[in-house]
C-alpha cells in the first residue's frame, strides 16, 4: 500500500466518467473541510497480508489524525501512486475496510469512489506535519503460512 | 524519477516555512491557471544519468501538454512520491534543468521551491487525459561506462 496523507482545509470530488473498473453504486460527489485526505493505492504485494495492511494503514491514518487535531478523512483511491497495483476486487474491498474501521474508531469519514475519472479540488494547509507519504506491506507475521518461502 | 502529471484549473502555492534543504532565493508564492502541474521526485538511481532522465521528463511533460492542449507548466518538486530520493542538490539541479529545457520549447513554465514547507491548491480537472504518473529511470545507453557492471 502507497498511502499519501494530506492535512487540508478542503477536499472535493466529483465522479466524471467510469473506468472498465468503476465501483458501482457510489456517492458520486462530496465535500468535507478541515479534513485529512488518504489518497491511497493498494499494492500487489498487499494481497499477502491484507487485513494487516489495513490495519497498519488505518494505525498511519488516525496516528496522523491525532497529530493535527483533525477527526475528519477522505479516504480518496489514487493508483497513480504506484506501479505495482492490486487488482480491483482486493484495492476495493480494502478500501472499504479501511473506511468501516475509521468510521468504527469514531472518525468522520467519506470515500470517494474506485474505479472513476474524478475532478478533484484540495488545499493543503502546509504546516510542517500536513504531508505524510509512507509504503505499507504485509508484516512478516501477517504473510499467510503457505506463502512463506 | 518519480512523475505525477495534473491537468488544472488552477495550481496555486504559498512557501510558508524552510526545511534544512531549502533552495533559497525562490519565488515564494505562485499561481498558474489552465496549467499541467508536473509533480516530481527525483529519485537516487537518476544519478547514473541525469541528464537522460531530465529529458525523458521534458519530453513526457510535453507530450501530455500537447494532447490536453495546454501550454502552461508548474513543476512541482514532491518527494512524497517517492521512497528513494536523490540528494537535494542532484534534485534542484534536475528540476532547474527541467523548468529550463520546457522554457525554451515555449511553455509558460513557474517553479514551486525545493525544500520549503508550501501550502498548495489544486483543481485537476478529471477528464480521461487529466492525470497520469510515470516512473523513469536512466536509460541503458545513458547509465555512464563506468557505472557498468
Ligand atoms: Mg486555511
Ligand atoms: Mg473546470
Known sequence: MRLLLIHSDFIEYEAKK?????????????RLEEALVAFCAVESPDADGIDDVVNQTVAAIS???????????MVY????LSSDLAAP???VAALKSIEEALDKAGHEVKRAP???????????KGHPLSEL??????????????KKH
Open 89 to 91: 476486487d482486493l484495492a
Open 133 to 146: 507519504s509512507r509504503s505499507i506491506t504485509p508484516s512478516e507475521d501477517a504473510v499467510k503460512p503457505e
Open 63 to 73: 496516528e496522523m489524525a491525532g497529530k493535527v487535531e483533525c477527526n475528519r478523512v
Open 114 to 124: 474506485f474505479g472513476w475519472y474524478k475532478s478533484f479540488s484540495l488545499s493543503c
Open 18 to 30: 467510469k473506468t472498465k473498473i468503476a465501483e458501482d453504486p457510489c456517492s458520486p460527489s462530496g
Open 77 to 80: 483511491p489514487y493508483a497513480h
